[in-house]
């Protein structure tokens, strides 16, 4: 059953109806078929220098992996991923491929460039519906390494890892391994029983050990893993860390959330599950402040819990930092979007609990250092939204738990820890970092990129 | 495997465990916590750290049945198992840092008050060993929700240990200030430093007498909180208008400097929503939470 396809045109894909998905917590992305897939894969150039795989931080193969879709061998698309990425079902999922892969894609010039990530999907969940894993490899080095973090990058990290034949342990201060997949993106972009778990599954049958509920800094400091347990490197991947706030008037009002709480709640907890203990506030009316991928998780989260949302953002439509997708998909689902708006105050009852945010309009200025117009108060231009819940997506600063418990590990006037790009090197020797305690607040898939890079700078320095 | 060795009930509600935690046993010092989870479906919960023994890898809990997650641990008996215990969190007391003469110079006053008096214990204990002064007040409300008095005369000396009760059934007569007021003013003793731990009104009362008596008090903040490691935000407190998280922060701070007030106000968060799924736990469920009244 052939489709028919328009070659300038993705293969669109399916989705729940986003009436109906309001209201639930399953997956909004449903995947391409097979057939899909294969159709989806024959719009593919296959260029000499493929530009989408410079754009890749992993660098998949990917005019490789498509190819092989096209021929209809999955197991050997899904064979060319796994050599450059250990979470392939996740990444397909929440790439933000449009500034990637796709952003630089030929077919993208003069129609929609192909949907790599829509594809590496499709293979990375052939593989798993078909059983297919990454193999242990026999050769070992009998070499320790301690990596800090099962997020993204220590996940990457460790299994890049043990496919050289290093004995990998992971320490993972929560009670569950995934890190922000697991605490931060929600059910509905990322299924955590059949995508998340089925991904670590994959990282520990390459032989890395995952301990969880092991604080790095307060069970253990990086100086005991090395001096007494014989890990000969450590890789701190730590992750992003304190929630920020605006630093407002009655931001400590019942019913002010970061984020992070909110995300953590509902996805780590499952606390919008009947089955489940932890507790979470169910508004009526809920305010996310902030743009980014965590403002629109945030605002779905709290919309699938049976909330009106609405989302206030001092930039314009064309700066919000989130994934296309997620601002389509969002809108789409009804929330409503107040640009050009900053929060002035947060709006307390007698009981200290919110009933409403005063805002202000914003218009743009002159470029700031990052390079995006500066937004500018409009004076006399306020206004206060009615809501009982508001969630701050602000971004997060370093925690703090590591570098202040190890010595001369240099931090930056951010305080991240500074790590080479290349190699993950820091001050210490045979201490790497990487990711978001390195980098600030990004993305999955620049965590991953850096855990890559830290797994040979790591094989580098062991093997000298 | 976080195996209960013991389980017993101290008072009222009031109870005390002795779990199996090897990383926490060997790391933890006064003034830390942990969070534990009784099942897989549980919330996480923050408790102290009422004693540890690093040879047996084992720590001591003490908590009290408040809401429905406190009341499902109080049901697991010794030889059950936590699905998880984690920690130690927050930072150790201030002292155990410090060059130990400069702490034997000072004399301290510990504060207990209700379950506070668990955290104390360590606390009173350390100093102890260490060769430092050290009384402790010990606050309830009634002879039978008394906690761990023979355990702090054991720790410190019974001369050393005052315990007072909010409606005189026991020993002295009213509050722990009171008692603050009559050691300082009328019996002659100094403190350098004073340490108090309790409820948020007992420590907001408290700091505002040792104030008066001028000692430099600490207080041990335990919010509502999720992750415990400095993710989520919801621990946050005002400390001289700088905004802190207990978890990464603290715990302990510098009682002078603690907004009492917008902290209790925090506290009343998760009290419907808590208090609803208790009364749905223990009654079936038949409060949804819309009548206005649970």
Not at chain 1, 398 to 422: F, H, W
Not at chain 1, 431 to 446: E, K, N, R
Not at chain 2, 162 to 179: E, I, N, Q
Not at chain 2, 264 to 282: I, N, S
Request: charged share 30%.
């Amino acid at each position: 059953m052939a489709i028919e396809v328009d070659m300038m045109k993705k293969v669109p894909v399916a989705e729940q109806d986003p009436k109906v998905r309001a209201k639930n917590f399953d997956e909004v992305c449903l995947g391409y078929t097979e057939e899909e897939a294969k159709t989806e894969a024959t719009r593919c150039l296959q260029c000499k220098n493929p530009r989408c795989v410079e754009g890749c931080p992993v660098r998949i193969n990917i005019p490789g992996f498509i190819e092989k879709i096209k021929n209809g061998d999955n197991a050997g698309a899904y064979e060319i991923i796994n050599e450059a990425s250990s979470l392939p079902a996740v990444c397909g999922r929440v790439c933000p491929q449009e500034t990637q892969c796709e952003g630089v894609c030929i077919r993208g010039i003069k129609g929609e460039a192909v949907s790599i990530g829509k594809l590496e999907r499709f293979a990375a969940d052939w593989a798993r519906e078909h059983g297919i894993a990454p193999v242990k490899t026999s050769e070992k080095k009998g070499k320790k390494v301690a990596v800090i973090g099962a997020g993204p990058s220590g996940l990457t990290c460790a299994g890049d890892l043990a496919k050289m034949g290093y004995d990998v342990t992971i320490f993972e201060a929560l009670h569950k391994a995934g890190g922000v997949l697991v605490y931060g993106i929600p059910e509905f972009r990322l299924p955590k029983d059949e995508v998340v778990a089925k991904e670590i599954e994959n990282v520990k049958s390459l032989g890395v050990e995952i301990k969880t509920d092991y604080i790095i800094g307060r069970s253990e400091t990086i100086d005991e893993l090395m001096d007494n347990e014989g890990f000969e490197a450590v890789y701190i991947a730590s992750g992003a860390g304190l929630p920020m706030f605006m630093h407002i008037p009655g931001e400590q009002a019942l019913g002010v959330y970061s984020a992070n709480e909110y995300l953590t709640r509902a996805n780590l907890m499952k606390a919008y599950r009947e089955d489940y203990d932890t507790p979470i506030n169910k508004g009526n009316r809920t305010v996310v402040v902030g743009g980014g991928n965590v403002a629109m998780d945030a605002a779905r989260t709290a919309l699938r819990l049976g909330s009106d949302v609405t989302v206030v953002y001092r930039r314009s439509e064309k700066e919000l930092p989130a994934r296309a997708e997620e601002v389509h998909h969002a809108k789409e689902e009804g929330i409503e979007f107040n640009l050009l708006t900053n929060p002035v105050e947060i709006l307390e009852d007698e009981e200290g609990a919110v009933r409403g945010i005063k805002v202000i309009k914003m218009e743009l200025g002159e470029p700031d250092a990052s390079g995006r117009r500066r937004p500018v108060e409009i004076a006399g231009s306020e206004y206060e939204i009615e809501c009982d819940t508001v969630i701050m997506a602000l971004g997060t600063s370093p925690n703090p738990l590591i570098s202040s418990t190890t010595e001369n590990l240099e931090t930056n006037k951010r305080k991240c820890i500074v790590a080479d790009e290349e190699t993950g090197t820091t001050s210490r020797p045979g201490v790497f970092a990487g990711g978001d305690c390195a980098t600030g607040a990004a993305t999955v898939i620049l965590a991953m990129g850096a855990g890559r890079k830290a797994a040979k700078g790591i094989d580098e320095y062991l093997s000298k | 495997m976080f195996r209960i060795l013991e389980a017993e009930v101290l008072a009222d509600k009031t109870y005390k465990m002795v779990v199996e935690a090897p990383n926490v046993a060997h790391a933890c010092e006064p003034g830390q916590f942990l969070i534990v989870r009784a099942h897989e479906e549980s919330e996480r919960i923050a408790l102290t750290i009422c004693d540890y023994d690093r040879g047996k890898e084992t720590v001591t809990i003490v908590f009290q049945t408040i809401g429905e997650s406190s009341y499902k641990i109080a049901e697991l008996k010794a030889g059950d198992c936590f699905a998880d215990v984690v920690g130690p969190l927050g930072n150790p007391a201030e002292y155990v840092k410090e060059p130990i003469e400069e702490v034997r110079k000072r004399h301290y006053l510990l504060v207990g008050g209700g379950l506070g008096t668990a955290p104390v214990y360590p606390q009173a204990k350390w100093l102890k060993e260490h060769g430092v002064d050290v009384d402790v007040i010990i606050g309830t409300k009634t002879k039978d929700t008394l906690i761990m008095e023979q355990e702090m005369i054991d720790a410190v000396g019974e001369e050393h240990v005052f315990v007072t009760t909010d409606d005189g059934s026991y020993k002295r007569h009213g509050m722990v200030t009171a008692v603050i007021e009559d050691l300082v003013k009328n019996q002659g003793r100094k403190y350098d430093k004073c340490v108090s731990i309790g409820p948020m009104i007992m420590m907001k009362f408290c700091v505002k007498m040792t104030k008066e008596l001028g000692i430099p008090t600490i207080v041990s903040m335990n919010p509502i909180m999720v992750d415990g490691t400095g993710m989520c935000g919801a621990c946050r407190l005002v400390v001289g208008d700088e905004v802190k998280f207990a978890c990464v922060d603290g715990p302990e701070f510098d009682g002078f400097l603690v907004d009492f007030d917008g902290a209790m106000k925090r506290m009343k968060l998760y009290k419907t929503e808590e208090g609803r799924r208790l009364l749905e736990y223990q009654e079936g469920n038949t409060h949804k939470g819309n009548c206005g009244k649970c």
